[in-house]
């Protein structure tokens, strides 16, 4: 049976929609022109990829354009979502054709980074995308935390609206200058993806002004409906902060919604909270995985690579196999000087031998090039070698992406 594979078009969004809705099993699966109209106002077309068996729409994925920081520089980034087929074409290889013509087009558009969220990690292996960032997840309850340290103003808290994006948005960017892993967020981004204007229970943005009328952080956090005059969970989604005043008076903040009988807070791996709380043990800590990372165009993602420090001067040659996107197969000569970075491919020895799947955490200061030896996911000419590339690989803060997609 033919295969066809294209970007879908205007008359045949409802059939996605329908392929999304029924996958996910969503509430809009009995709304689906509200899906449908949700679509038509905020994705194109042409973003869009679906597979045809003899002109039946089986499956279908979406890549958002934006970029994502690498020690505070953005990479061009193809966001994956979402990644779904129909039950009765499932198995027969027709995601696995998408994410592979996705990967070219990505390398196409110079969208060097691509990444997704997913409960099914082989599949994604498969194709390249590697687990490269976790996120740190604290559950307590309100009551029962005492800080052992106290900020020193207090300050004034005021609750953002949609319309205010962009305060929170200056915030954002001056947190994100040096970090790895946040994405870039637009008007629209803010709005829908964060504030959740849209949705029937958006979530709530508390600013932290200083006494001079300063901003200098915020947090976002869900109330869910009906849930005001009963015990209920808080999900806390980011906390930005710019100083330690603001940190602790946000926790602070956090912690006066003692009706709550838990909070639940989605954190960076290098968060502090756990150093704050004068009794820990009232804190539960636990870590998932969370962005999996693609390299879509290793020359040019290689060359973008900001160094965490200039200063080092290195040479490693890469040799690295990739099976779904056949361009980024060889062997990579990296030489860096004066904070440049060149790459060629290079008919050398490797200093590292791996596949693109592995390069991907690598490359974002997940996996550190020793721990990947340890595991067998690199063959590594010599310790040298290896210290050789985490120095290149180095990021300034551990990876990690606040935006769920
Ligand atoms: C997950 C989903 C998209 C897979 O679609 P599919 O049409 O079965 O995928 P394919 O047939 O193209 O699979 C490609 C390969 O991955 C394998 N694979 C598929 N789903 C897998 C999974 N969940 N875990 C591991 N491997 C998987 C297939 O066996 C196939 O391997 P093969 O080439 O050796 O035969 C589909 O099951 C689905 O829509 N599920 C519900 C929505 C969902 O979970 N979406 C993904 C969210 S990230």
């Excluded at 597979?51 to 729409?57: R, Y």
């Excluded at 900001?306 to 080092?312: N, Q, S, T, W």
Aim: include cysteine; charge should be negative; proline fraction near 7%.
């Amino acid at each position: 049976m033919a295969l066809e594979i294209r970007p879908i078009t205007d008359d045949e969004v409802e059939q996605a929609e329908f392929i999304t809705t029924y996958s996910f099993n969503s509430p809009d699966r009995r709304d689906l022109a509200q899906a449908v109209e949700r679509s038509r106002r905020f994705f194109r077309t042409e973003w869009s990829l679906a597979s045809f068996e003899d002109g039946e729409m089986t499956a279908f994925l979406r890549v958002l354009p934006s970029a994502m920081h690498v020690n505070g520089r953005g990479l061009s980034f193809g966001a994956v979502a979402p990644v779904v087929s129909l039950p009765q074409h499932r198995r027969k290889g027709h995601v696995g054709a998408l994410l592979r013509r996705a990967l070219a087009d990505m390398r196409e558009r110079g969208q060097v980074l691509s990444g997704l969220h997913t409960p099914h990690p082989a599949l994604y292996r498969r194709y390249g995308w590697e687990i490269a960032s976790v996120k740190r997840i604290y559950s307590f309850a309100p009551k029962e935390i005492d800080l052992a340290a106290q900020p020193s103003e207090r300050g004034r808290m005021r609750l953002l609206t949609p319309d205010d994006w962009a305060e929170a948005d200056r915030l954002y960017r001056l947190h994100s200058e040096r970090r790895t892993g946040p994405l870039q967020r637009i008007d629209l981004w803010w709005r829908e993806a964060v504030f959740g204007a849209s949705r029937p229970v958006p979530a709530d943005i508390a600013l932290w002004e200083n006494n001079r009328g300063e901003a200098q952080g915020y947090v976002i956090y869900h109330q869910p409906a009906g849930q005001d005059d009963q015990p209920g969970t808080m999900p806390v989604r980011e906390l930005v902060a710019l100083s330690a005043d603001a940190y602790l008076n946000l926790i602070l903040y956090l912690l006066r919604h003692d009706l709550k009988q838990e909070i639940v807070w989605y954190a960076p791996p290098d968060d502090p909270f756990l150093s704050l709380v004068a009794d820990a043990t009232k804190v539960k800590v636990r870590e998932e995985y969370d962005l999996f990372l693609r390299i879509c165009d290793v020359e040019a993602a290689l060359k973008q690579r900001p160094l965490a420090h200039p200063e080092h001067q290195l040479a490693l040659t890469l040799q690295v196999s990739d099976d779904s996107a056949p361009w980024n197969e060889g062997t990579w000569r990296i030489e860096t000087a004066d904070g440049a970075v060149q790459v060629e491919r290079t008919a050398g020895e490797p200093d590292l031998t791996l596949s693109a799947t592995t390069l991907a955490p690598l490359f974002n200061g997940f996996l550190s090039p020793s721990g990947a030896a340890l595991a067998g996911l690199v063959s590594a000419r010599s310790e040298q070698a290896l210290a050789a590339a985490a120095a290149f690989f180095a990021t300034l803060y551990p990876p990690f992406c606040a935006d769920g997609f």
